[in-house]
């Protein structure tokens, strides 16, 4: 299965401490999308991104979220000091490539459920 | 802001019943609307609508799209105790899809 990718598939970290997510796209796609999924909720969008390009992140949080697409390796959604808050479903999705997402639909990954406590 | 409602929230019928869930947008550059399912994981993809008045369907499933008056509707006919999960609506505006919060909908055997 060459889906999208993402682990861990859960996350504990007590608060303050730093969480790591990591998104493996569809091999060859070279757009990654984030998504946060709070408990009874929609997905929400927080960032969009090319290989070593953020294209669109107003969705992000201004501060301790951050995200990079590296040329090599996978996309990382990084939070820093978390709070309780921050517990969610954390959703990636990819796409081959700019201006051609609206004709395909985003597939997405199983997701990183993080819990903070 | 690009806006997504859905309705009803939530939904419990009765298998064999039909139902009909409703997606109402405001985006500002609309590209395509999507109809997803989320079971426990991930989203899978169901329909994707960018002309108005063509029906899509897949078995007992199917959607339609009025572009004029920005909503579509997922009808799901005969329903079993597998239907039963979250149904999601999304718009493309531009390049990023906005989802809406959702229709939790049960099946009851």
């Given at each position: 299965?060459?889906?999208?990718?993402?682990?861990?598939?859960?996350?504990?970290?007590?608060?303050?401490?730093?969480?790591?997510?990591?998104?493996?796209?569809?091999?060859?796609?070279?757009?990654?999308y984030?998504?946060?999924?709070?408990?009874?909720?929609?997905?929400?969008?927080?960032v969009y991104?090319?290989?070593?390009?953020?294209i669109d992140?107003?969705?992000?949080?201004?501060?301790?979220?951050?995200?990079?697409?590296?040329?090599?390796?996978?996309?990382?959604?990084?939070?820093?000091?978390?709070?309780?808050?921050?517990?969610?479903?954390?959703?990636?999705?990819?796409?081959?490539?700019?201006?051609?997402?609206?004709?395909?639909?985003?597939?997405?990954?199983?997701?990183?459920?993080?819990?903070?406590? | 802001?690009?806006?997504?409602?859905?309705?009803?929230?939530?939904?419990?019928?009765?298998?064999?019943?039909?139902?009909?869930?409703?997606?109402?947008?405001?985006?500002?550059?609309?590209?395509?609307?999507?109809?997803?399912?989320?079971?426990?994981?991930?989203?899978?993809?169901?329909?994707?609508?960018?002309?108005?008045?063509?029906?899509?369907?897949?078995?007992?499933?199917?959607?339609?799209?009025?572009?004029?008056?920005?909503?579509?509707?997922?009808?799901?006919?005969?329903?079993?105790?597998?239907?039963?999960?979250?149904?999601?609506?999304?718009?493309?505006?531009?390049?990023?899809?906005?989802?809406?919060?959702?229709?939790?909908?049960?099946?009851?055997?």
């Open positions: 299965n060459a889906g999208v990718m993402q682990n861990p598939r859960h996350l504990v970290r007590r608060r303050g401490q730093e969480a790591r997510l990591r998104c493996s796209p569809v091999k060859g796609h070279s757009h990654v984030w998504y946060r999924q709070l408990p009874e909720e929609g997905l929400k969008f927080m991104l090319q290989k070593e390009n953020i992140e107003s969705g992000m949080p201004k501060e301790r979220f951050s995200a990079e697409f590296p040329k090599e390796g996978p996309s990382i959604l990084r939070i820093q000091q978390v709070v309780r808050g921050d517990s969610a479903a954390y959703f990636c999705a990819s796409s081959p490539k700019h201006g051609s997402s609206y004709n395909s639909p985003l597939h997405f990954g199983n997701g990183t459920r993080l819990t903070v406590t | 802001e690009d806006k997504v409602v859905q309705s009803p929230l939530s939904l419990v019928v009765h298998e064999g019943d039909t139902v009909t869930l409703n997606c109402s947008y405001e985006v500002t550059n609309f590209r395509s609307l999507l109809w997803y399912k989320q079971e426990k994981k991930a989203p899978t993809f169901l329909f994707m609508l960018t002309s108005s008045g063509i029906e899509k369907k897949s078995g007992r499933l199917s959607s339609i799209l009025d572009k004029k008056e920005l909503f579509s509707i997922l009808n799901i006919t005969a329903t079993q105790t597998g239907d039963s999960a979250v149904y999601l609506c999304a718009v493309y505006s531009g390049d990023k899809l906005t989802f809406g919060t959702g229709t939790r909908l049960a099946v009851r055997p």
